[in-house]
């Protein structure tokens, strides 16, 4: 149970999260707040949450997998009103969680780039961003109150409950991201890199970077200015803005 109220008496954002959908089951939070857009059911700034996702979606197609009533599923939908929101969006989401999770329980994740949210190395939520026409759907996936997690991604995932062995309150954790979310939007796109940065983990580190289903040792080197990822793949600097970094 999602107790509405609890969260609303911790979000303290102007337009985000007012309005929220709160439903038991539904195939994908993401394809629902879509369907409510079309219908003209939905506006800026408006959330849904459901407590299962029958057909959870990850980046990169992936399969995206939650506990019923533990983990934190949902969407928001955003009106594309600003030329440098494609450039914020992916960093800004990332941030915001890292520390919404912070500020409620003083766990310091880190950031795996583009914006998977890990902790010693493994996955603790992800992100997934989609367009649709003048809109942006932001997908977050947060594994909050598990204690056994799907067996075919059990080695490289973690839950909060499982760092702190004990039970965590979703309705705060989640009206705190949005709060640090709101606020990071009026961010320069320069600061929100910076920060970016700082929480990542593999800065000047070497990595292995995934892309079609090729793996290619190389250093990460930091983001440009677009927030795009600089590596070097032996003496070559080279950008990438798709793809996946395995540690
Ligand atoms: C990833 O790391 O691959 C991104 C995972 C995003 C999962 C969330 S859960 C809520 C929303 N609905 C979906 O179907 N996916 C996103």
Redesign the pocket.
């Known amino acids: 149970m999602f107790f509405i109220p609890l969260f609303s008496s911790n979000l303290v954002t102007k337009k985000i999260g007012h309005r929220i959908e709160y439903l038991r089951s539904v195939d994908?939070?993401?394809t629902e707040i879509y369907r409510m857009l079309q219908n003209n059911e939905i506006q800026p700034g408006d959330i849904i949450l459901a407590e299962t996702?029958t057909n959870?979606?990850?980046?990169r197609d992936?399969q995206?997998y939650s506990n019923p009533g533990e983990s934190i599923?949902?969407?928001m939908i955003l009106e594309d009103n600003d030329s440098l929101l494609i450039k914020k969006l992916p960093l800004i989401s990332g941030i915001s969680i890292i520390k919404g999770i912070k500020q409620l329980t003083n766990i310091e994740c880190d950031l795996k780039w583009p914006n998977?949210i890990i902790y010693n190395a493994k996955k603790l939520g992800?992100?997934?961003i989609e367009k649709k026409g003048n809109y942006f759907i932001i997908?977050?996936?947060l594994n909050v109150n598990e204690l056994t997690l799907e067996k075919s991604i059990k080695e490289s995932t973690l839950s909060l409950r499982l760092i702190l062995n004990r039970s965590i309150q979703r309705e705060p954790l989640l009206a705190f991201i949005l709060n640090h979310f709101e606020n990071s939007l009026n961010q320069s796109l320069e600061a929100i890199i910076k920060e970016w940065e700082s929480f990542c983990a593999h800065m000047h580190t070497s990595i292995n970077f995934r892309q079609s289903n090729k793996l290619i040792s190389a250093k990460f080197l930091g983001l440009n200015q677009s927030g795009e990822a600089n590596i070097k793949i032996g003496t070559e600097k080279k950008v990438i803005s798709s793809g996946a970094i395995e540690l």
């Open positions: 994908s939070t993401n996702q959870g979606r990850g980046r992936n995206w599923t949902c969407s998977d992800g992100i997934l997908g977050i996936g």
